[in-house]
């Protein structure tokens, strides 16, 4: 799944899911998100069992409190498991404290973090509270990525000067189906559907005009032969 666009909230707000339990898998978000508290680029703060993998975040993220660039922050949860991720999200607020270039916070909780990286150039951020921290130019680079399938779940479409995406990204379909393209229809195919539709309901109209004529015809022969 995926979600493009500004999301805005105050206390657990994520690009993609704010609060629960879930398994995010190749899966990524892209805007802004906004709030104060356990504030994510992708998860706000995931309770026990939540499971990201194969994802990522590209957003502008602002908050004060448990800020990250793919989760925001995790409390009193258990086995919560972040695998072959990374988030190139930028944490706007400078001040924001605590806040990581990938987890913001963890407190009293159990989190396995695998193969999963943030950019500190785009973040602003040195620290997180799991992942490993690498430059634009090394995240940039697949090699970079230890484990990760290049062949059926990432893809890079420019090589040494892009972030991965997910292969079904490019194709607009994702783990529960296809979307349709987000670019707007031309001018000409709008213009064809709108005639289309016209010449429809003309057709349609026509349609139940003669069928209200006749049924006017059969009422008038019914009244007179009476």
């Not at 258990?78 to 806040?99: D, F, G, R």
Request: net charge positive; proline share 3%.
């Amino acid at each position: 799944s995926r979600y493009i666009g500004n999301v805005r909230g105050v206390n657990e707000v994520g690009g993609l899911v704010g609060r629960g339990k879930a398994k995010i898998d190749q899966s990524y978000s892209r805007g802004t998100v906004i709030g104060q508290t356990y504030v994510g680029g992708l998860v706000g703060r995931p309770d026990s069992g939540f499971i990201v993998n194969n994802s990522y975040s590209q957003e502008n993220v602002t908050a004060y409190y448990a800020v990250g660039g793919l989760v925001g922050g995790i409390v009193s949860s258990n086995n919560i498991i972040v695998l072959n991720s990374y988030s190139s999200s930028k944490i706007t607020n400078a001040s924001a404290s605590p806040a990581g270039g990938l987890i913001g916070y963890v407190l009293s909780s159990s989190i396995n973090v695998t193969n999963s990286y943030w950019d500190i150039n785009a973040s602003g951020r040195n620290t997180s509270a799991g992942g490993s921290g690498k430059t634009t130019s090394e995240m940039f680079n697949q090699a970079t990525y230890t484990g990760w399938d290049f062949t059926n779940i990432w893809e890079q479409t420019a090589p040494s000067a892009s972030y991965p995406s997910s292969q079904w990204r490019s194709s607009l379909c994702g783990p529960i189906g296809c979307s349709p393209p987000a670019s707007k229809l031309s001018s000409e195919t709008r213009l064809w559907i709108r005639n289309f539709i016209w010449i429809c309901l003309s057709i349609v109209a026509a349609i139940y005009f003669i069928l209200v004529v006749r049924w006017y015809k059969n009422y008038n022969r019914r009244n007179r032969n009476a």
